[in-house]
Structure formats: structure tokens, C-alpha cells
């Protein structure tokens, strides 16, 4: 059986497993039948897609099945793109639905959620295997609407109804900006199938309404500011294994789409297409670290993270298309390797750190991290496992996440060979808008860890937390383990990934295991180099070293004293630092301007016991400004357009018989 039509048997079992759901999803033993049987599908499918990668053919399989459009059929192609992101995708799925083992025994709806996970994952294998634009838009919309229907597994809670409203709004705008790009693309023949569309020659016109129809269309799904607003919404309301999936896979999914039909389809860019990417990747990633470093919610700021790292990879892929369209293929190899490497860390990391709000939320009922507190004595796994996930989102060494924007900072520094001024200057500027952010980040979960687990319990639940099951903590410890080895072996990787930037740039990076000591090194090793093994090596030696001297010469007596408290001693848990408290001085300084930030304190008068208050209020500009307008004029004109529920039949007659009067008109005044 070809590789190909293993991975189609793979989604058409996966597709059983919904139906299976259906069926038996009132049983206690339907969670784990389905989950089960969802890990070993994607074991499956991501083993296939690993060697496939490995061992790239000259010539990608390919089958067509007599479904679809019918003179071509569905299409489904396995390239080393494609097999990279099945790989993304079914490594989350697995580790999703090994998580869910253990969450789904404290799922209220486990009914409303069983039928469509394994859906979701079927889908996005679908979108990642169609090779023509009938089948990629049929299963993106697919994937679109089992993860909708996850959102909606909680209806009954009025926010997850809203977020699910919106959610669906945005995931139809989105498709509708999809039909409209393909279809530029197939011209007046009507050639969708993706072999044809990238043989032919698109002119500079229909290339550039396509890369804006892609930034909005495979933007609105990834998180691109201002397509963002469904994120924070969504993402909460879903469960955690669900959210973590469409945090950390299905943005993914939606970058494929871009990379697909910009790098692959459309062929040589122009320069300043760059331009606009780089501009909407580094305003994104700001704006979302912005955003998440403001939220009390847990996994809202992990949702306004993943906006941020959207806005990373953006800005690689920029670059990436800025060195194409001037002929530096090395350097467009490295920049489009470190999007493609970030994509697989934030995989990695990002559905880390949602398994660990999930681990806290079943322990303790709360997401307000400001309810929290000295979970690290209570949940000691689940601690070390969101301390790895914060270490690698924060790209701090030795970690994966610090690989990956290396990489993209070292390709950030090709850019004075670049002949165009707009690009001399856009790129150092959006180079400083990435500094930026990645201090936000540092600082965001810096918070997030030190409210949630360090310092005394704010809350009863908190004080009774206990540690969440087996499965839940194996999930976190794999994905732990992939960060570390992602980040102290990115060598491996990038040699992983070079089957992938060959047959979209035409080059590659140096061959990474040819390197003594396997340093990383992205140009020439007397420009840069970063070696991950030796800085893990040197950390766990010195950390071992003071830790045994430690104990060896230090006294052996047992001493106990007070903490030092600054002169004012701690009487409740309330008086600790805060996660806002943490954020004050950022919000001060950047605050005004991003959300409008105001602060008023209620300070009573000397004898009266009143306490006195701090209230923030802010402001999401993006929303106030473009959504709710548009809000409202929908709104306005529905309420006009309401009459038209109760004409008379006869009305009803005459305004068809005006519409096709019209129609004939436009298609005999048509040149």
C-alpha cells in the first residue's frame, strides 16, 4: 500500500471513529474507546508522514478519487510540505487525545465532543493532503465546522454561545476569501486542480489580489491582527485538549494554506509583497504579547499568545519572500527554515502549556490566575511541565523556542543585502518589533507561572488541589521532552526540513550534522553559530556542581527565620504580588495607546473604613474600531430589511421577476 492511500485509510478511520462516537457516546467507556483508538490512527499517520519526509521521492505520490468536481475529481498529493505539517498535526492529535484520556473523566459533554474530535483531526489531514481547490476548501470547511461544533460542546454558558457566534462568522468570511483567491488563480478555464494552477502564468494584478485574499483568508483562521478577535474567544471556551489542539495545530493548518498557495501555487513573488507580510506579522505579534500580558485568564493569554507567534512565523515567511523575489536563496532557505521550525516548536509548546491550564483547571475549577497560587507544592508535575512550556514560549536556552527565533533573528540579519530601500528599512524595524514582543513574552509568562504556582494559595480550591491523573501528566512530560529535544538538537531538525525549503526555494541551509559538536550553524560558521547540546551540558553541570557544594560545605544545620517581607509582614494571601501588579509599569507605558488603559482609585477619606479600590478599564481598539461599526450596521439594516418577512405572495413574485429583469441586463451589457 502506497503512503498515500495509507493516510487516506488513516482520515476514513478516523472518520469511523466519529460515527463510532455517535453511537456510543451516552457510555462511560466511550472516552476512552475513542480516544484510544484516535492516538493510535495518528500514530499511524504520523509515522507515515515522518518517513515520507525522510525518504522524499523525486515525484510526490499522488491519487485521485472519483469524488469532488467531476472532471477532475478529488485530489490528494503527498510532497515533503505536505507530510511536514501532517506530521505537526498528528503528533498534537495524539498528544491531544492522550491528554483527553484523563480530562475526558471530568467532561460534563463528553457527548457533544466525542463525535467531532476525531472530525476536526480528519479534516485538517484532508486540508494538508488536497491537491485542487474543490477538495482543499471542501475540507477546510469541514474542519471549520467540527471545530465550531467543539466550541459549542458547552452552549448552554451565554460567553461560549457568543464566542461560538463569532467563531463562525469569522471561519465563513474566511472560506468565502479562500473560493474568491482559487478562483482567481483557475482563470476563465476553470483549471482548480493545483498542478494546473501552478503551471500557468498569473500576472502581477491577479498575484497581487491573491496574496490579500490569502493574508485575509488563511490570516482570518491563523490569528492575524485585526482577523484575531475569535481567538480569545474561542479558544477559552473549547475544552482544554480541544483548545490546545486549535492553538497549537489548526493556526497551523492555516499557515500551510498560505504557504501552499503563495510559495507554491502563484511561483516568484514580488518584493513588495514582502513588505505587506512583514508589516502584518510584526504589528500581530506586539499587539497579541500586548494583549495576553493584560489577562487574568489563563487560556485567554495562552490564545493572545499564539497570536503573537503567528505574527513570529509571519514575519519569517516575509523575509522568506522578500530574499526569493532577489534571488538570495540561501538566505530565503533560512528564513522559510526557521517559519517552518518555529510552526513545529509552537506545536510543541503551545499544546504544553494548554494541557497544563487544563491540568489546573480540573484541579482547582478556576482559569483566574489571580484566584491561584502555590500550586507547585500541590501539582509538582504539572508544575515542571508548564515551567518547561514557559521556558521554550519565552525562547530562552536550551530550549526549542529560542532555536527557532535564533534562526529568524540570524535571517533578519541578511537584510542589508537586500537593493531595496522600503525593505533596508521595514525589516530592522520589524527586527525591533520582534525584540519587543519576545521581552513581552519573557514577561507574560514570567507572570503566568509565578501567579498560577509560586507563593500561597489565593483561593480555597487552590489550598485542595491535587495532582491530575497519569494520562494528563504523560501528555505534558512527551511534549516536555520534545521541547528539549527540539531545542538541543535543531540540527536534526533542520536537516528534517530541508526536503521541504528545497522544493519551495530551490536551496537549503548548510547540512547541519556535518557540523562537529552538532552546532547550529545557519550561513557560515564564522558568522554565527548556537549549540544547544553544549549549553544544556553546561547548565545541568554547573546546576549540579553548586547543588553538591553546596550540600557538601554548607552547614548542615537545620535553620528556619521569616522570610523577609520589606518591613510589612503578610497577613492574608491577598496582599501578595499580583499578576496585575506585575504588569502595572508595562500597562502605563504601552497601555494608553494599545487599549485605551485607564485607572481610577477610590481613596477614602482619613477615618472612613471603606477600602480603598484600583479599577482598570480597557479598551480593545481593534474591536471598538472595525468590529463593532460593522456590527452595528448589520444590525441597522437588518432591523430595514425585517419588512420584507411579510409582503404578500405577489410581492415576493415581483421582486424575482425585478432580480432576473436585472441579471438578464448585466449579461447582455457584459463585453
Request: charged residues 10%; positive net charge; contains cysteine.
Amino acid at each position: 500500500m502506497s503512503s498515500i492511500s495509507l493516510l487516506l485509510w488513516c482520515v476514513a478511520a478516523l472518520l469511523g471513529s466519529s460515527a463510532l462516537a455517535v453511537a456510543i457516546s451516552r457510555s462511560s467507556s466511550a472516552p476512552r474507546a475513542i480516544y484510544t483508538s484516535v492516538i493510535a490512527i495518528c500514530v499511524v499517520a504520523g509515522v507515515t508522514a515522518a518517513v515520507a519526509l525522510a525518504g522524499a521521492p523525486p515525484i510526490p505520490p499522488e491519487l485521485t478519487l472519483p469524488l469532488g468536481l467531476p472532471w477532475i475529481g478529488a485530489r490528494f498529493r503527498l510532497d515533503p510540505l505536505a507530510a511536514f505539517f501532517l506530521l505537526v498535526v498528528n503528533i498534537g492529535g495524539a498528544a491531544s487525545s492522550l491528554f483527553g484520556l484523563g480530562y475526558g473523566k471530568h467532561e460534563s459533554a463528553s457527548h457533544r465532543v466525542l463525535p467531532f474530535f476525531p472530525a476536526f483531526i480528519a479534516g485538517m489531514n484532508l486540508v494538508v493532503l488536497s491537491d485542487d481547490a474543490f477538495t482543499f476548501l471542501l475540507s477546510w470547511e469541514f474542519m471549520s465546522l467540527s471545530s465550531w461544533a467543539l466550541v459549542m460542546a458547552h452552549h448552554r454558558e451565554p460567553e461560549n454561545s457568543t464566542a461560538g457566534y463569532i467563531y463562525l462568522v469569522m471561519a465563513s468570511f474566511g472560506t468565502l476569501l479562500l473560493l474568491l483567491a482559487f478562483g482567481l488563480l483557475a482563470g476563465p478555464d476553470g483549471s482548480y486542480g493545483f498542478e494546473a494552477i501552478r503551471a500557468a502564468e498569473h500576472s502581477p494584478l491577479v498575484v497581487a489580489l491573491v496574496l490579500a485574499l490569502m493574508l485575509l483568508g488563511a490570516g482570518s483562521k491563523a490569528g492575524l491582527v485585526p482577523l484575531h478577535v475569535w481567538l480569545p474567544l474561542a479558544h477559552p471556551a473549547a475544552p482544554s485538549h480541544v483548545s490546545a489542539l486549535m492553538s497549537g495545530v489548526m493556526t497551523k493548518v492555516a499557515v500551510y494554506g498560505f504557504i501552499r498557495v503563495i510559495f507554491d501555487l502563484v511561483g516568484q513573488p514580488n518584493w513588495w509583497s514582502s513588505l505587506i507580510v512583514l508589516f502584518i506579522g510584526g504589528v500581530t505579534a506586539v499587539l497579541g504579547i500586548l494583549h495576553a500580558l493584560m489577562e487574568k485568564d489563563i487560556k485567554r493569554l495562552l490564545a493572545y499568545s499564539t497570536i503573537e507567534n503567528i505574527g513570529v512565523i509571519f514575519v519569517s515567511l516575509g523575509l522568506a519572500l522578500a530574499f526569493q523575489a532577489n534571488g538570495m536563496g540561501l538566505a530565503a532557505a533560512l528564513a522559510l527554515t526557521a517559519a517552518l521550525f518555529h510552526v513545529l516548536n509552537h506545536s510543541f509548546f503551545k499544546t504544553l502549556l494548554f494541557f497544563g491550564a487544563g491540568a489546573v483547571l480540573t484541579a482547582t475549577g478556576a482559569r483566574n490566575m489571580e484566584k491561584l497560587g502555590g500550586l507547585i507544592h500541590r501539582m509538582p508535575v504539572t508544575s515542571v511541565a508548564f515551567l518547561t512550556g514557559c521556558i521554550a514560549i519565552s525562547a530562552l536556552p536550551p530550549l526549542n523556542g529560542f532555536a527557532s527565533e535564533w534562526l529568524i533573528f540570524q535571517a533578519i540579519l541578511q537584510s542589508p543585502d537586500l537593493p531595496q530601500w522600503g525593505l533596508k528599512l521595514m525589516v530592522p524595524a520589524v527586527g525591533g518589533m520582534l525584540a519587543l514582543a519576545a521581552a513581552f513574552a519573557a514577561a507574560a509568562f514570567v507572570k503566568a507561572f509565578g501567579t498560577m504556582f509560586l507563593g500561597r494559595p489565593r483561593s480555597a480550591p487552590a489550598g485542595q488541589a491535587r495532582e491530575v491523573d497519569r494520562y494528563s501528566l504523560a501528555a505534558m512530560s512527551i511534549l516536555g521532552g520534545l521541547c528539549l529535544l527540539a531545542g538541543i538538537l535543531p540540527g536534526l531538525v533542520i536537516d528534517g526540513l530541508s526536503p521541504v525549503v528545497m522544493g519551495l526555494v530551490g536551496q537549503r541551509m548548510p547540512v547541519q550534522t556535518e557540523v562537529p559538536w552538532l552546532s547550529l550553524v545557519p550561513i557560515a560558521e564564522s558568522r554565527s553559530s548556537y549549540n544547544g547540546l553544549l549549553v544544556f551540558i553546561f547548565i545541568v553541570v554547573s546546576a549540579s556542581l553548586a547543588a553538591y557544594v553546596i550540600h557538601r560545605f554548607a552547614s548542615r544545620a537545620l535553620r528556619r527565620g521569616p522570610a523577609w517581607n520589606c518591613g510589612f509582614p503578610m497577613v492574608t494571601a491577598d496582599m501578595q504580588y499580583s499578576g496585575n501588579s506585575f504588569v502595572q509599569p508595562i500597562r502605563r507605558v504601552f497601555g494608553t495607546l494599545a487599549f485605551q488603559a485607564r485607572e481610577e482609585i477610590d481613596m477614602p477619606a482619613p477615618g472612613d473604613m471603606r477600602p480603598a479600590r484600583l479599577t482598570v478599564t480597557m479598551r480593545d481598539l481593534v474591536w471598538d474600531g472595525l468590529y463593532a461599526p460593522i456590527a452595528g450596521a448589520v444590525g441597522f439594516a437588518a432591523d430595514r430589511l425585517n419588512v420584507l418577512q411579510f409582503l404578500t405572495i405577489r410581492r415576493y413574485l415581483s421582486i424575482v421577476f425585478g432580480a432576473l429583469i436585472i441579471l438578464l441586463l448585466v449579461l447582455a451589457l457584459w463585453p
